[in-house]
């Protein structure tokens, strides 16, 4: 089973067995976008509470399948159980950065870094790449990943437009690989 396979289960474990069942249905059968939806609306009408790492994870397999803008007000609605935890969501907070120095910086030129995801322990910061559009908006999909320093001015890693997951396990391990 692949890693995506074993996350979908333990995610869709939160929910009751029936509901389970169905959102793992939907991974079998390729409808991943559906899936979620289900996992999501299960999780607010039992009003489940989750972890603040299991909604940053939710939020990046969002990313993956293509959903993130359409659920992310649903994925922030979703209880919070309350416990700190070492990965935060920051997805709300409506502030970007118009580019970072460091090991990517002429991959990131033009791009506006979006802070994404944080770790609560190290500080480090999970953040989506993206370009602007003519009109103004950022681009719907991110060209990159990239983890900076906590004050999030500096890229350590930066990761391709179809890593999200990858550079989400990058942003775990940040606190373990650090001497």
């Known amino acids: 089973m692949t890693d995506d396979a074993v996350i979908w289960n333990r995610l869709a474990a939160l929910l009751p067995e029936a509901e389970a069942q169905e959102v793992k249905d939907r991974w079998d059968i390729g409808e991943q976008e559906a899936g979620l939806g289900l996992l999501i609306s299960g999780i607010l009408s039992h009003q489940l509470p989750i972890s603040e790492t ?13 959903e993130r803008v359409a659920l ?15 990965l935060k969501l920051i997805e709300s907070d409506g502030s970007t950065v118009p580019e970072a120095i460091g090991v990517a910086e002429q991959d990131l030129a033009g791009l506006v870094l979006v802070p994404w995801i944080a770790c609560t322990r190290c500080g480090q910061v999970l953040m989506r790449a993206h370009a602007r559009e003519s009109w103004g908006d950022l681009s719907y999909l991110a060209r990159h990943y990239v983890i900076t320093t906590p004050n999030r001015a ?16 990058g ?8 001497p």
């Open 54 to 66: 299991i909604r940053a994870q939710i939020s990046v397999l969002a990313e993956t399948w293509g």
């Open 171 to 178: 942003l775990q391990r940040a606190c373990s690989d650090t």
């Open 72 to 86: 992310t007000p649903q994925i922030l609605q979703c209880r919070d159980e309350g416990t700190p935890g070492p």
């Open 154 to 169: 500096t890229a350590l890693r930066l990761f391709p437009a179809d890593s999200a997951g990858a550079a989400f396990a």
